[in-house]
């Protein structure tokens, strides 16, 4: 393992607390294992193995699983790319590695701190050595510590899950901008970047097949959800397309060969997000105003419009408006 990662610290009494309140949650997540369901996957590339999450919202009618979640097979061990919407999805993920192969897990990786990829992380919490290691973002602990309390607060709203915090777990590797990890025969190399989706996304790149894992960096048929910044996302994009990808998963909908084309649909909307939000700002148009007014080109097949296109406007309205009213630069990245 090389790269500038590090390892965040936990001491003393506070960590032993911490760990035996975690191992009892991962323990009762671990009592029904025997009764789980494989998630189903695909192996879109050899030792590279992705299940497809729903279309939907994160919610009771999908059980969580909405994100795209996967793991890929060195010859040493697995490392698992995020872990869905709630721990029974974590479990059965578990259990689809544990059909797939027999090697143990080494990493979890959470590509940002959003629920659907993070909340089945304690099914990953192994009471034997080794036990795999957690690793996210330099940015990620901080932005899962200020939503903690809102995503246990929706598991118990909406699914009828009561979780301790001690279930929802933290890295113990961060990466600051690159980290290579070695699953024996097979490096992936992870990258930090700079606010986009969120302040928190990660990418997992597998060198051996040129399978990128770009998480919500890259939406497919399911609507782009701003949580970042959009003109950070727009840059982001931009370098993405550089990268020498053969098979591309998104965070939501399906797996492509089509890269860089795959992102021409949300270079497109973002693109309009950015012109348009910038246009109802010259015309003075409140942020209620420009909410209503602003909407999407016909003709276009996104998912989840009714959901996320008005929390878009309301996001990029807010980022945008103390721009300057005319800036220089033109969002050329977000034309494919």
Not at 136 to 151: I, K, N, V
Not at 204 to 219: E, G, I
Not at 285 to 293: E, G, P
Not at 299 to 328: C, I, M, Q
Request: with cysteine.
């Amino acid at each position: 393992m090389a790269g500038t990662g590090s390892a965040m610290p936990t001491q003393g009494w506070a960590r032993g607390l911490w760990l035996a309140m975690l191992l009892c949650a991962a323990n009762t997540v671990a009592q029904s294992a025997d009764a789980v369901k494989p998630l189903a996957v695909a192996d879109v590339k050899p030792g590279v193995f992705v299940h497809t999450g729903a279309l939907e919202d994160w919610g009771p009618a999908n059980g969580g699983d909405v994100g795209n979640l996967g793991f890929v097979v060195g010859s040493r061990c697995v490392a698992v790319i995020d872990t869905g919407g709630t721990p029974a999805v974590g479990q059965a993920l578990k259990a689809a590695i544990e059909r797939a192969t027999p090697l143990p897990v080494c990493y979890v990786i959470n590509t940002h701190a959003h629920p659907d990829h993070v909340l089945g992380n304690v099914a990953f919490v192994d009471t034997h050595k080794p036990a795999p290691r957690f690793v996210a973002s330099a940015r990620f602990a901080q932005a899962l510590t200020a939503r903690e309390p809102y995503w246990l607060n929706s598991l118990k709203r909406d699914f009828g899950i009561e979780l301790p915090r001690a279930s929802v777990v933290y890295p113990g590797i961060s990466v600051d901008k690159s980290l290579d990890l070695d699953l024996g025969d097979r490096v992936l190399t992870l990258q930090g970047w700079p606010t986009a989706h969120t302040d928190n996304d990660l990418t997992v790149y597998d060198r051996r097949t040129r399978t990128l894992f770009a998480s919500d960096l890259l939406f497919v048929r399911h609507l782009p959800a701003l949580d970042g910044n959009l003109r950070g996302w727009i840059a982001v994009m931009a370098d993405l397309r550089r990268l020498p990808v053969d098979t591309v998963v998104p965070g939501h909908g399906p797996v492509s060969n089509d890269w860089p084309g795959v992102m021409d649909a949300q270079a497109k909307y973002l693109g309009a997000l950015l012109g348009d939000t910038r246009d109802a700002l010259r015309k003075h148009l409140t942020i209620q105003q420009a909410v209503d007014s602003i909407g999407i080109a016909p003709g276009t097949s996104w998912l989840l419009t009714d959901r996320f296109h008005k929390r878009n406007v309301t996001a990029a309205y807010a980022e945008l408006e103390w721009e300057d009213p005319d800036p220089a630069e033109a969002p050329k990245a977000a034309k494919p």
